[in-house]
């Protein structure tokens, strides 16, 4: 069941990527085009990509035979997509998004590789 909310939420960070990549080619298309105004677009498709799937597609593959993991899905998900939508793409603008980015990426990345299973071993 954990893959699957895992999976769920790569296909929805897939999704994202497919949307803002099209947004921005379509911007791009049109008379009067400023790059500098697309830049928070670029950007959230940038960590939408690289930090949102991948993220969560090299979890699964890591942990393939460690699910069920021990965490509170519901907040790693959601801190996932709140650091990788919100917060990096504003540190680029703001330092102290940045931070909380780090952060979020810090707290993810412990939690989904660092964390025990949750398969009790009977042969201690």
Avoid: E
């Avoid at 939508?85 to 707290?107: C, E, K, S």
């Amino acid at each position: 069941m954990q893959q699957k909310k895992f999976l769920t939420s790569d296909i929805g960070f897939l999704i994202a990527t497919a949307v803002t990549g099209i947004a921005s080619i379509c911007l791009q298309m049109q008379d009067g085009y400023d790059l500098l105004k697309t830049k928070w677009l670029r950007h959230i498709h940038v960590f939408a990509s690289l930090y949102g799937w991948n993220l969560c597609g090299l979890a699964v593959i890591c942990r393939f035979d460690d699910f069920p993991i021990r965490l509170h899905l519901t907040t790693v998900i959601m801190v996932h997509w709140v650091t990788a939508l919100v917060l990096a793409p504003l540190g680029i603008f703001q330092g102290w998004f940045a931070v909380l980015a780090i952060a979020g990426y810090a707290f993810i990345t412990l939690t989904l590789f660092f964390s025990g299973n949750g398969q009790i071993n009977y042969d201690q």
